[in-house]
């Protein structure tokens, strides 16, 4: 009896002791958990890359980039576009909807998220969401932010407004306007499975319509398919930054 007693003792005293650790134990769990990150690419062995184009400027190379990827017969892509674009081009943001192409929010004023308050990038955002939904009925869930820019303090607001940021780990250089050549090299020497490649359809980049015809058949000759960002996010495990 006296070692059935001491049994139950210690049995009670050991369901006190873990209602008192669980709390502490919930508390560091929360800590632990993962802080909004950018994504870059993501790790696959699948021979898959997205093809990211920002817009926020300009009418002259837009259309000819989507011809570009009518003729090549690239369905999937995805468009980040900024609010006040959409709105004074609306007929290219139709054509890039109806052609079946994802579209991401790039902020409304071009201008870096991080140098603003928080109820400044909020109003920026939900701008740009509004005009994008206005003329095409989407609501965005990706964003790339202005110049790519961000700190921890953005990534936070962002992901509050249930966005996911949206980097790229090969920027061809398209808006250095370096040469036709030096952008489709870069592009095809850096691209690597699961990659994000960051390219625009804006007027600053002059060069982009006789690079990307190269790029493309490049990647496809080097055994890689297209997809759109979410698509690639639901393949594998994403790699992300914090800066």
Aim: contains cysteine; hydrophobic residues 40%; proline residues 5%.
């Amino acid at each position: 009896m006296k070692h059935t007693s001491l049994r139950f003792i210690l049995s009670i005293a050991a369901v006190i002791m873990t209602a008192c650790i669980l709390p502490a134990t919930a508390v560091t769990a929360v800590a632990a958990e993962k802080k909004p990150s950018a994504i870059y690419k993501v790790d696959t062995r699948e021979k898959v890359v997205a093809l990211t184009f920002d817009i926020s400027w300009g009418d002259k190379v837009p259309n000819p980039v989507l011809d570009i990827l009518e003729q090549k017969k690239v369905t999937k892509a995805t468009f980040f576009l900024s609010g006040p674009w959409t709105l004074r081009h609306q007929d290219i943001v139709k054509r890039i909807h109806r052609m079946g192409f994802e579209i991401g929010n790039h902020g409304n004023l071009h201008k870096d998220f991080s140098d603003y308050p928080n109820s400044w990038i909020t109003e920026q955002v939900r701008l740009s969401e509004k005009a994008i939904q206005q003329v095409t009925g989407v609501k965005t869930r990706l964003i790339r932010t202005p110049n790519g820019d961000f700190n921890p303090r953005v990534l936070q607001c962002l992901h509050q407004m249930g966005y996911t940021v949206i980097q790229w780990n090969t920027d061809s250089l398209d808006w250095k306007n370096p040469g036709v050549t030096a952008i489709t090299q870069r592009v095809l020497h850096r691209a690597v499975p699961g990659d994000i490649i960051l390219m625009h359809a804006s007027d600053s980049s002059k060069q982009i319509t006789q690079a990307l015809p190269q790029i493309i058949d490049g990647l496809r000759a080097k055994g890689y398919r297209f997809v759109t960002v979410s698509e690639l996010l639901s393949q594998a495990d994403v790699k992300t930054k914090v800066q």
